[in-house]
């Protein structure tokens, strides 16, 4: 449960240093539910788990369920992961098997136009081989941002991650409460 919001915030920390971009199709939301819409809301058209939502908060206090919705996606039909803050949705993932990052890369180039930052990550297995990983990063000037890692925690496993202004409020927020308690710890 807690990789997931460490993944969503090392993304987050990446679009936060590209540079703004206004090409492209900004993303105001998940399929047509724009940014700030209620989990109750969701729930009809996602199904999300019936277990207790408190079991999916994550430590920053934001909550990531998985919607029974698939996204069709090349060979892969991927279930995103809708993220809240406060009840509201503030951001999404999708990952899927890395022999289907094209797919998701293609499609997400031709939705949002031209990365406005790329890069390449270098990874270690378990077994002390290196793996590199591209990453690439829209922004907008509104704070709405996109990234997409051909390796996402894990050498298995791409993911794309699309947040609000919102969504980048909060881990901001959420990162200066960590760093107050840590300077109280000594």
């Known amino acids: ?3 997931y919001p460490i993944l969503l915030a090392s993304a987050l920390a990446l ?3 590209a540079q703004p971009a206004s ?3 900004e993303p105001t939301g998940f399929a047509d539910y724009p940014w700030g819409t209620t989990r109750r809301d969701l729930v009809g058209p996602c199904k999300f788990s019936p277990l207790p939502v408190e079991m999916f908060r994550s430590p920053d206090g934001s909550t990531t369920l998985l919607c029974d919705r698939k996204v069709p996606l090349g060979s892969a039909t991927p279930y995103p992961r809708m993220v809240f803050v406060n009840d509201r949705l503030a951001a999404f993932l999708i990952t899927v098997e890395t022999h289907s ?3 998701l890369r293609a ?3 031709e ?4 990365p406005t930052a790329r890069d390449t990550e270098e990874y270690t297995t378990g077994g002390g081989v290196r793996v590199s990983g591209e990453v690439l990063v829209w922004s907008w000037p509104s704070g709405t941002s996109v990234v997409l890692k051909q390796r996402f925690g894990e050498v298995s496993a ?3 991650v699309v947040s609000s202004k919102a969504y980048t ?3 901001a927020a959420a990162k200066r409460i960590d760093m107050e308690k840590a300077k109280k710890a000594f």
């Open 1 to 3: 449960m807690t990789r």
């Open 15 to 17: 679009a936060v240093a």
């Open 23 to 25: 090409a492209g199709e």
């Open 101 to 103: 990052y094209g797919d």
């Open 107 to 109: 499609v997400t180039i």
């Open 111 to 114: 939705k949002y136009g031209e």
């Open 158 to 160: 791409a993911g794309l």
């Open 169 to 171: 409020d909060h881990m």
